[in-house]
């Protein structure tokens, strides 16, 4: 009976159940006439169907009534779906729930393009007459909950709204839990977004039940991608927190997916609990995602979040809080206890600040508080909580990436009443670096900043440190502020402009509490400050930048610094308040407690890293040190400075030029442009200030002159000794206050670049270009250069003149070598050195004694007859034609590689020289030459080595001629000689081609040598640049080699050239044959031109060689030739015996790719070196040719060849191929007398016997 009884009294408490399962059925429930609740009511929605609400742009207005509503899906699973038809309006509709009791359940619902108008409201059910802030005309929602007891929101989405999706103003008790508000829906018009939270004062009604406090928890909720796309009704150039102040009365404004907005100053309380929730791509104009402010609110209001998640969040306006925008404006309000009006803990803040579409960065969170202060505010009264927070990629342009706090005061005063508490707090790789480049904005920005906090507390926990890292900017910025610092802190690999770690302004302080473990690690900054940078510019008293929080702390206090770097100065800490200031006492601390507590608490600390404001400038070098230097040059001055501990610091130098005997007069001269001032680094023990001096005012020159040096921060003058130099040889004064090139230089080769800072000319590596004072005029002097006199490489491309000489160096190291080479001086290297001769066989100067002339003519005496005993001997003749591509080879070899291998190679060492030298013995030898130094008497002279040059050839054919003579008178000479006496003649005289011809050039070649100060360059004999050309020495050397050369080469040439032609005649043939038939013996019929094409081919070589001085272009066209030669040599084979025709084409062909590939090399700037040694490896092939050529005449003469032939003859029938080789047949033949001969043929017969030997008919 009692459970009856009590089942009756509850059945008029339980609602009425309504299942709406059509789809206008809710819209006839809800919104067809002002709904007053007349008793609890539960609706169920259909999930099955969409509930259309039809848009008519008003609000379905319901009054509670102190009643129930709950509105739920049918389904567990599913959401009911509403649905506001659009239409042609602006607005669809929105649903308005209020009264003053009473409570409502929203469940599993659906709602999608709703929201409409709230002026279509009753203006009691929103609007308050007590409020500071009212909604406008274009505000909308789609959820207007008003005044409501209780209320719970549980997995509801809004999607596609206009206006706000809930308006929630005054609930004493609110739940929304998995609440989605997504994709705002922005009308033309529209104002408002995501969530609003409005408190202001009560408004008196009869039901009214007043509450002691309103408590609104958001949980586990979604607010994605809601947007703000209109500008209509922005007040321009003011944010949130500023239109506040400036308007007395203002409208409502709204972030993207939260707003607080606190306007009650009654004694309700609200309490805002924000857990577990994702705001992501959320943007409006004054702040981006939560927008929180307090208007003179209870003082127990707060906003509470945790465990919440911020990414890609931001501001479309200038405004600041991407992710949160805080603003607090207590006014003239009393603050008697303790107040924490935000608390943020356990979240995650990451890439907020930017995003498509916006010119601005807005950073993560932005705090803002605002009062009139009459210093009667206890200390640290407001207090924001931060607790366990992780900031990534946030941006902002300048400062306050993560965090941008600020305490205005009125009057501007110190702020006594606002504090901050940063516990275990985490920040990596701010801002985002992507996006400042997108914005061309690569100034670092600080990562917290903070303005006027009195105190801001840094704690960190050994499990959970306080990390800084990897961040790109100040991550501590203060301006009159105070930063406490306890606990685990770890700042690691900042970088910043100053102050990676702390940049401290405005009287900002560091004070340290006990058990502090800070560690600063590879932090890196531009200027001053590696870690900690500390600077006031206020004038009044100095706060020292490091204090105790309590006096007895510094025992168990410690900042660690490693590998920290500064450009400036203080790699770990720069602070112009680390000595010579006070304490929070305003008690000036003396200097020797200062270093003693400096000691205490900073570990691993070097000289250079700790660094105050610059006290005094010393220079690292001798006071009385004089610099010498010429116009447009450099000194180097060595100087440092240090700051009131005598530690390095930097300062700002500026450097005036004086008169020394009057520092009044400053002198004319002035600095390269880069070079008005300089900044001495406090990072080396010395810095070098590097000045480079310019003039044009001559008399200041050779004078001694003053340097006065000063630093800004002090009165400190330092005094440095000049001399400025006229300019050197070679160089000129110019308009720019420069010693340049001489127009002489200019005008010589524009490839030469002069360099007053060293006073040396730079040239290219392969040019062969002397330097120096003319020898009789003593005035500035250059020329191009023998290739054998001067060193020459390919790293010497420097010319330096001094007192001692003219010398090479390089740019690229340190070497420095003589400019002429081999002991040589004098004009264009033309001479020796003193009690140095010239020499045969080199171009090289020796050291040569008096006594040695006898060795050296006693050397040539049996070289001689040695010569030409070999040639009749072994037969080594030009008509065995085995030697005449060796003699060709060798005779182009003497002008295109013996010249190359005489070039000096200073890169050689002895064991690359042996090879060398052995080719071009070799290759001197078969010219007639020496090939290797040998002096003959001290004092001898380029004019009589050219001169006595020339007896060796005529001593040789005197030999023969002597042989010859004697031939007439004894018939054991005769039988010994005769019968090879004009082969042999001819063949000496060939040898002696080139000697002569090139003794020829050489004494007709000249140099000019151009002279500074004199237009007509001065004419000299090429090889010796003293000699004048055409002096009298000179003419004597032209006229007797003229003579000497001509009596020999011109016989040879017309015998050579005329000589088929002179044979015509009866008269001269007895005369001409046989030298004619010694030359053309090895030539095919017909074909006797090809020894003259060969010997014009070389007299062309030569003169062109020599006139060229190395001009590509001649180059090329005998290249042209040459291969002319070839193709018509291979299709002609002038040659009677084919292995003399293949002979020849093989070397010619060797000669042609010895050409090819060392003018490649040549080209593409080899060095000396891999040239010479091309030459030298490319020229043994050819030496064993010639070694197998000797031993085959060796077998010829002893008779021993036919036995080596007739090992082979079986196979390869070779005996009739071999030119010399005769078959042993015997038979009669009568010789026909001289005159029966036929003008054309070999006419063998009528020759010598060596002819007839050693030709096969």
Same mark, same amino acid.
């Given at each position: ?90 607005? /669809? ?108 004062? &009560? #408004? ?211 702020? +006594?009443?606002? /504090? ?172 020797? /407690? ?122 400190? #003058? ?17 308009? /720019? ?39 009789? &005029? ?148 078969? +010219? ?46 005769? +039988? ?32 000019? #040598? ?74 095919? &019929? +017909? ?171």
């Amino acid at each position: 009976m009692y459970r009856f009884m009590l089942f009756l009294l509850a059945l008029p408490l339980v609602p009425a159940a309504v299942f709406v399962n059509t789809s206008h059925q809710l819209e006839g429930i809800l919104c067809n006439e002002t709904k007053i609740l007349t008793d609890n009511l539960f609706l169920h929605l259909d999930t099955s169907i969409t509930h259309q609400i039809t848009s008519n742009g008003v609000f379905c207005p319901i009054n509670m009534n102190h009643y129930s509503l709950t509105i739920t899906s049918d389904s567990n699973d599913s959401f009911a779906v509403i649905s506001c038809t659009p239409s042609d309006k602006y607005w /669809t509709r929105g649903f308005a729930f209020y009264s003053t009791n009473g409570s409502l359940t929203m469940r599993g619902l659906h709602f999608t393009n709703c929201g409409t108008n709230l002026t279509t409201l009753h203006s009691n059910i929103i609007n308050s007459t007590t409020s500071s802030i009212y909604f406008t005309k274009y505000h909308a929602a789609v959820l207007v909950l008003t005044d409501i007891a209780s209320i719970t929101v549980s997995n509801v989405t809004i999607m596609k709204y206009s206006g706000f999706a809930i308006v929630a103003v005054n609930l004493p008790y609110a739940v929304f839990d998995y609440l989605e508000v997504s994709y705002s829906q922005q009308t033309q018009f529209g104002i408002g977004s995501g969530l609003l939270l409005l408190f202001f004062n &009560r #408004i008196a009604r009869e039901t009214t039940n007043d509450q002691t406090q309103y408590q609104v928890n958001l949980s586990n909720s979604i607010f994605h991608e809601n947007t703000i796309q209109t500008h209509h009704h922005r007040i321009r150039n003011h944010c949130a927190g500023m239109m506040y102040r400036r308007l007395s009365n203002m409208p409502v404004v709204n972030a993207a997916a939260v707003t607080i907005l606190f306007t009650q100053n009654d004694t309700a309380p609200a309490i805002v609990r924000i857990l577990n929730n994702s705001f992501t791509f959320n943007n409006e104009y004054y702040a981006g995602a939560m927008l929180i402010l307090s208007s003179n609110s209870s003082i127990n209001s707060k906003t509470i979040i945790d465990g919440s998640y911020f990414e890609h969040n931001f501001v479309q306006y200038s405004c600041k809080g991407g992710a949160i925008s805080a603003s607090f404006f207590f006014d003239r309000r009393m603050l008697t206890k303790r107040y924490n009006p935000l608390v943020i803990t356990n979240s995650n803040f990451k890439s907020n600040g930017f995003g498509d579409g916006t010119i601005w960065t807005s950073g993560a969170i932005a705090v803002i508080a605002l009062k009139h202060i009459d210093g009667s505010e206890p200390k640290g009264v407001v207090a924001i909580l931060f607790h366990y927070l992780k900031f990534e990629h946030n941006t902002s342009p300048k400062s306050g990436t993560c965090l941008y706090a600020v305490s205005n005061t009125f009057p501007n005063k110190s702020s +006594n009443y606002f /504090t901050i508490f940063f516990d275990s707090i985490v920040a990596y790789s701010n801002p985002n670096l992507t996006v400042k480049g997108l914005f061309s904005n690569f100034n670092p920005a600080s990562i917290f900043h903070f303005d006027n906090i009195i105190d801001v507390f840094i704690n960190g926990s050994v499990a959970k440190p306080g990390n800084f890292s990897h961040n790109y900017g100040a991550v501590f910025e203060l301006l009159r502020s105070y930063a406490v610092l306890e606990g685990h802190l770890l700042f690691n690999a900042n970088i910043a402009n100053h102050g990676a770690g702390f940049l401290l302004i405005e009287d900002s302080v560091i004070f340290l509490k006990k058990g502090l473990k800070a560690h600063f690690t590879s932090n890196t900054v531009q200027s001053l400050g590696g870690a900690i940078y500390s600077v006031n510019d206020l004038n009044k008293e100095a706060k020292c930048t490091f204090q105790l929080y309590f006096n007895e702390d510094d025992k168990n206090i410690s900042l660690t610094f490693s590998n920290n770097t500064a450009a400036l100065a203080g790699n770990s800490v720069y602070s112009t308040n680390l000595f010579d200031c006070y304490n929070k006492d305003s008690v000036k601390l003396h200097h020797g /407690t200062l270093v003693k507590m400096y000691h205490a608490i900073f570990k691993n600390i070097f000289p250079s890293d700790i660094a105050s404001n610059a006290k005094s400038m010393h220079r690292c070098m001798n006071k009385d040190d004089l610099h010498e230097i010429y116009p447009g040059g450099s000194i180097h001055i060595p100087l440092n400075v240090v700051d009131l501990n005598g530690s390095l610091t930097y300062g700002i130098l500026t450097v005036i030029p004086v008169e020394k005997v009057n520092f009044f007069k400053k002198l004319n001269w002035w600095f390269s442009d880069y070079q008005g001032s300089f900044i001495i680094k406090g990072k080396k023990n010395c810095t070098t200030v590097n000045l480079t001096i310019h003039t044009t005012d001559v008399t200041t020159l050779n004078n001694e002159s003053l340097l006065l040096l000063s630093i800004s921060q002090q009165n400190t #003058i330092v005094e440095v000794r000049v001399k400025l130099k006229s300019c050197p040889l070679g160089f000129k004064l110019s308009a /720019t206050g420069s010693c340049v090139c001489s127009d002489l230089v200019t005008k010589f080769n524009r490839q030469i670049t002069c360099d007053i800072e060293n006073n040396t000319f730079i040239k290219p590596g392969d040019l062969n270009v002397w330097m120096g004072n003319l020898t009789k &005029r003593n005035n500035f002097s250059i020329a191009y250069c023998h290739p054998s006199y001067c060193n020459i490489g390919s790293e010497l491309d420097l010319i330096q003149l001094n007192s001692m000489g003219s010398y090479l160096g390089s740019t690229n190291s340190t070497i420095s070598l003589p400019l002429c080479y081999g002991s040589r001086a004098g004009d264009a290297c033309g001479e020796c050195i003193p009690k140095y001769s010239v020499v045969f066989g080199s171009t090289e100067c020796k050291d040569c004694s008096s006594s040695f002339w006898p060795f050296t003519i006693l050397l040539y005496i049996i070289a001689g007859p040695l010569l030409v005993l070999l040639l009749y001997t072994l037969n080594l003749t030009l008509t065995t034609g085995t030697l005449n591509g060796i003699i060709f080879y060798a005779q182009i070899a003497n002008i295109g590689i013996v010249h190359y291998l005489d070039i000096p190679c200073n890169e050689c060492t002895d064991k690359v020289m042996y090879p060398i030298k052995f080719v071009s013995v070799f290759i001197s030898w078969l +010219n007639l030459n020496l090939g290797f130094p040998l002096c003959f008497y001290n004092g001898m002279t380029e004019i009589l080595k050219a001169g006595l040059s020339l007896l060796f050839p005529v001593y040789l054919l005197l030999i023969v001629g002597l042989l010859i003579i004697l031939s007439r008178y004894s018939v054991k000479i005769s +039988n010994r000689f005769s019968h090879s006496s004009i082969q042999v003649l001819v063949t000496i005289v060939h040898l002696s081609f080139t000697k002569l011809l090139q003794s020829v050039l050489d004494v007709f070649s000249s140099a000019e #040598i151009f002279i500074e100060g004199i237009d007509v360059p001065k004419i000299v004999w090429y090889n010796n640049g003293f000699i004048e050309y055409n002096s009298e020495s000179h003419r004597w050397l032209m006229v007797v080699t003229s003579i000497v050369a001509g009596l020999i080469l011109i016989p040879y040439f017309i015998i050579m050239l005329l000589g088929n032609f002179l044979l015509k005649f009866d008269k001269l043939r007895e005369y001409i044959r046989p030298f004619y038939e010694a030359i053309h013996a090895p030539y095919r &019929r +017909n074909k006797w031109y090809w020894f003259a094409f060969y010997q014009l081919f070389v007299l062309l070589t030569y003169v062109s060689e020599t006139s060229s001085k190395g001009r590509v272009p001649l180059f090329l066209s005998l290249l042209l030739i040459y291969h002319l030669l070839l193709y018509l040599q291979t299709k002609s084979a002038p040659f009677r015996y084919k292995i003399l025709n293949w002979l020849n084409l093989m070397i010619l062909l060797a000669l042609n790719f010895v050409f090819l590939v060392s003018h490649f090399m040549y080209l593409t700037d080899v060095s000396p070196k891999q040239l010479v040694m091309f030459f030298a490896i490319a020229n043994y092939p050819i030496i064993a040719v010639f070694m197998m050529i000797i031993a085959y005449h060796i077998l010829l003469v002893t008779n021993k060849v036919n036995r080596v032939l007739l090992l082979y003859q079986k196979v390869y029938q070779l005996k009739e191929r071999f030119p010399g080789f005769k078959k042993k047949k015997q038979y009669n033949q009568r010789r026909r007398p001289y005159y029966g001969c036929s003008d054309s043929g070999d006419y063998t017969e009528a020759r010598e016997p060596l002819l007839e030997q050693t030709l096969i008919n």
